[in-house]
């Protein structure tokens, strides 16, 4: 992979930062994207110093179309060609059928639809000149349903079924399509929830509850580089046959087969 391009979408946290400190690490050239340009600054700049000339990013929304179009172009533009592109940016909505509006679910539908569609659309040209690979960030909940996230895990079961049919419609144009389905990890989206719980526990305890709640074989939330290593094999040539599939990360939580 080294010398290779990566887009990583949302890497200023988590997963999607995971995946570019994963990909530095193979020699890959990575531009990455995220909405909060402060934050992008404060979190990149230290690792760009790090691997000079091998790190780019640009705020970008990926629900906008124009602002997608924009991040491929310049990083075509700086690092002359893409071959790996990481559909991660996004987060989780908690409600359930009684406290979601519809605005809401449109929200939720626009957001994991168009941050796959988006950024596919754009840089489909340049994956498929070099015969390249996408990772669509999914979860368990796509076939795990859990009724406190509902909006969430139907778009999630939606995003399964658009990245199989991806994966078919793409492979004529020599670009493999797979997802990881994550369950329980441990980035900022759980430490806002944390915060938001008021509990009396340090972060560590209420991990431990949660993971034992909710039946994790492995008895803890996942790290974001145990994803990243994940991603980092379904893009690299080791995976040079697999196409279409899903593959759990997530310590043992999920029941089907
Ligand atoms: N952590 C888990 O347990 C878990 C479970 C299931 C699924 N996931 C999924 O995994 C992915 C990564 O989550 P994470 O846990 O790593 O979250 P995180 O730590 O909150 O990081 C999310 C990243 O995405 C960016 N982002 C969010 N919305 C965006 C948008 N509309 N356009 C561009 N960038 C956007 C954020 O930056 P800005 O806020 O500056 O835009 C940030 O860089 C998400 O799709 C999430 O739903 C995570």
Known sequence: ?????????????????????????????VATCGRNAEQL???????????????????????????VERLIDNTVERFGGLQYLVN?????????????????WLDEVGLKFFGVIHPVRAALPHLSAR??????????????????????GAARAGLLNLSKSLARELADQHVRVNSVCVGLIDT???????????SA?????????????????????????????????????RSSYTTGTALDISGGVSRYV
Request: with cysteine.
């Open 41 to 67: 600054d404060r979190v990149l700049a230290p690792l760009a110093e790090l691997h000079p000339d091998r790190l780019a990013w640009w705020p970008a929304d990926v629900r906008d179309r124009e602002q």
């Open 188 to 198: 900022g989206q759980w430490k806002r929830r944390y915060d938001a719980s008021d």
């Open 131 to 152: 015969g390249g690979a996408v990772v669509n960030l999914n979860a368990v909940l796509a076939r795990q349903p859990e009724p406190h996230l509902i909006t969430t």
């Open 1 to 29: 992979m080294q010398g290779d391009v990566a887009v990583v979408t949302g890497g200023s946290s988590g997963i999607g930062l995971a995946c570019v400190e994963a990909l530095l690490a193979e020699g890959v050239q």
């Open 88 to 104: 991660n940016a996004g987060a989780s909505r908690v409600s359930t059928f009684a406290t979601t509006e519809d605005h809401e």
């Open 201 to 237: 526990l340090d972060f560590p305890a209420w991990s431990e509850e949660i993971a034992a709640d909710r039946g994790i074989g492995l008895g803890r939330f996942g790290t974001a580089s145990e994803v990243a290593a994940a991603i980092v094999f379904l893009l690299s040539p």
